[in-house]
């Protein structure tokens, strides 16, 4: 059973920083690429960064420069640095990943993020 476990949510302001962690059971985790979403409030669930097996990553645009995606394959845990934070980062952030033909989404419950003064 594949289980996904996220942390390191809260209440920052404006220009501060958060790094969120995902843990990973279940699954062969060096193997799969892991991502992060984020869904705010009355919007659809967006892909906010990626990072595949070997570690090559990808980020949305409005992250760019900002947030940074890593994993430690001996923890099983992918990570999300979270610097510059902007009110608009708001959301809950979920950690993702994906197997087999047809794929199968593996979601973790969400941590909420809250970028305000």
């Known amino acids: 059973q594949v289980v996904l476990v996220e942390s390191g949510g809260g209440l920052v302001q404006p220009g501060g920083s958060l790094r969120l962690s995902c843990a990973a059971s279940?699954?062969?985790?060096?193997?799969?690429?892991m991502n992060w979403y984020r869904q705010a409030p009355g919007s659809q669930r967006e892909l906010v960064a990626t990072?595949?097996?070997?570690?090559?990553?990808n980020y949305a645009n409005s992250v760019k420069g900002r947030f940074t995606i890593s994993r430690d394959n001996a923890r099983n845990t992918v990570y999300l640095q979270m610097n510059s934070l902007k009110p608009e980062d708001t959301a809950v952030y979920y950690c993702n990943t994906g197997m087999g033909l047809p794929r199968k989404d593996y979601w973790g419950q969400g941590t909420q993020v809250t970028v305000s003064s």
């Open positions: 279940g699954i062969a985790f060096r193997l799969f690429a």
């Open positions: 990072i595949a097996s070997g570690g090559s990553t």
